[in-house]
């Protein structure tokens, strides 16, 4: 298949030094500003993401993301308030400080360029970006691709060694306006405005992708490719021979729900089918 925009070195070998990779997901607690949020004091939810994180180092993965899902319901991008990058940019930099493994940013719903923004000041290797090329409709209504602005944002501040991993028929949507494009067209979207990694998903958090939908995005783009929910310990053997990384949350917290605290004993027993699925 020939490409739809110009070569360019590996994201994960670059970021991780590896491919099959196993990602983290730290849900960070309400932050201020958001519905849930009970005035706890900062402090204790810098510490809640940093045992996390701590929690998914022991246990072996080899990467994190750090993700406000406490904030539910997200609001759009430019609704986003300012208090919100500067918690997270704080936290991101304290794991950064203790946990030396590379990192990511997602600011919950689709605000690439406050993610930008706190990758960029803590010294972040990645953002993950939900809708990257083409509007949909979802839970937060009409969200538009925040490529062409997020790129233009992130040339402007120095930040291009930031990566961009993108999904591609995103979760918690519509995937299109008019549903007129095949999966494999919206992968090659991505692909074209310049994302470094695109991730398939399920339905919802937590939900896996069908084998045929990580096909299909896979058959559309030359971009490494992850999985970007539903991944556990039953599925993770069939799914990881098919893709070049997975990001993980839900399954390896405490009972299995994501607002649970990271359970280091999952992590252990999900990398360790992941080292024998991968050779290691």
Known sequence: MAGVYKPKEDALLTIFGRKKVVIGVIHMRPLPGSPEYTGEPVETIYQAALQDALSYRSGGVDGLILENHGDIPFVKPDEIGHET?????????????????????????????P??????????????????????????????????RAMRYRAR?????????????????????VADRSVPELARDVEFFAADAVIATGQRTGDAPVIEEIQAIRSGSQLPLLVGSGVDEVNVAEILPLVDGIIIASALKEEGV?????????????????????GD
């Open 157 to 177: 501040i120095g930040a291009k060694a930031v990566r961009i991993f993108a999904d591609a028929h995103v979760k918690h949507g519509s995937h299109a306006i």
């Open 258 to 278: 994501w607002w649970n605290p990271v359970s280091e004993a999952r992590v252990r027993r999900f990398m360790e089918i992941v080292r024998v699925s991968r």
């Open 115 to 148: 993610a930008l923004a706190v990758a960029h000041a803590a010294g972040c290797a990645f953002i993950r970006v939900n809708q990257w090329a083409n509007a949909y409709v979802a839970n937060e209504g009409l969200v538009e691709g925040a490529a062409a």
């Open 85 to 113: 990058s500067a918690v997270m940019a704080v936290a991101a930099r304290k794991i950064r400080e203790t946990v030396d493994l590379p990192m990511g940013i997602n600011v919950l719903a689709n605000a690439a360029i």
